[in-house]
Structure formats: C-alpha cells, structure tokens
C-alpha cells in the first residue's frame, strides 16, 4: 500500500456475512485489498484466494544453511585450525558434530522464517500501522478495496459492499 492511495471500508457486524460478501465482490470483478477482522475466521483466506504461504521452503533452505556452516565450522576448527586427538579418535569425528549441527540448524532455520515472515508481512518495526477501522480489534469485520486498483465505478462498488450485507461503507485516504 502507498501513501495517498483512496480507499473503499466495508463494515460487517458478522463473520459469517463477511466470509459471503468475500465471494460476490470477488464474483462482481472487485478486487479486495484484505480483509480486517477481531479473530482468525476460518476459510477466509481460501475466500480471498490466497496461495499457499512459501515459508516452509524459506525455512527448509535457512535449515540446509545451518547445516552448511556448522559442518564447515567444526571441520576447519577441529580438523585445520587446532587439531585435538580427543579420545583417540580422529580430528574430524562426525559423530561428535551432531549436537552443534543439530543446533545450528535449528536456530538458523527459526531465526530465517522469523525475518522472512517480517519481511514479506511488512512488519518493520519503523513502519506505520494500516489502520482502516478501529473497530476492527473489537467486534466489526472490515473489508477494504482499494480504488486504485479497481476499474468499477466508486458508487457501483458501495451499492456492491451494501448488497453483501455491509453496514458501513466508508472512504479511507492512506
């Protein structure tokens, strides 16, 4: 979302109402920005069409990255930098290296999918907060359209959002 963008705010009393207005504004050719509500509503985001979220392979490759540096760490130190004969055992013992790799893994994997998470959320911590309608955390189901992105005329879209149960409609600069 830019600055200055016009905003169309669809208000809804119930989750129920808001999961049908998703589908006949997305069956008139409107396109919805997102939809804001109190709580998770199941099948909401099936509803908006989203895909299915790629984290798991951001976390799978930040996994395999971990991995990588803790079998390289462990290698060059034990077996380049300072070689130790522990136990009688050779310099660069697999078995030894388990619980750092395991770590590493771990730790860089979660810390990945925490950033891409961030990132590709918009949740930076110097960003400002898109609020359409206070009431959104409360007890009101907001939808929002921007009219930047939608060909239909402004008033075709509000008499769409009434016809779909809103109870509010409202215009929102951003």
Known sequence: MTAGN??????????DVLLSAVAKVRESGIRIHECY?????????????????????????????GTSLALLMQFYMMGIDWPMIIGGKNFT????????????TVLLSALGMVGTFMIISDLRPYGKAKIFDLRATDDKYIMAID??????DTTEIKQTLVNAGAVEVNEKHN
């Open 6 to 15: 016009k905003f169309l705010v669809g208000v809804f009393d119930d989750d």
């Open 37 to 65: 509500t109190p709580f998770p509503v199941h099948g909401l985001g099936d509803a908006l069409g989203y895909k299915r979220s790629k984290l798991p392979i951001a976390a799978f490759l930040f996994g395999m990255l």
């Open 93 to 104: 013992s697999i078995p030894t290296f388990f619980p750092v790799t395991f770590e590493l």
């Open 147 to 152: 009219l930047a992105k939608n060909s239909i």
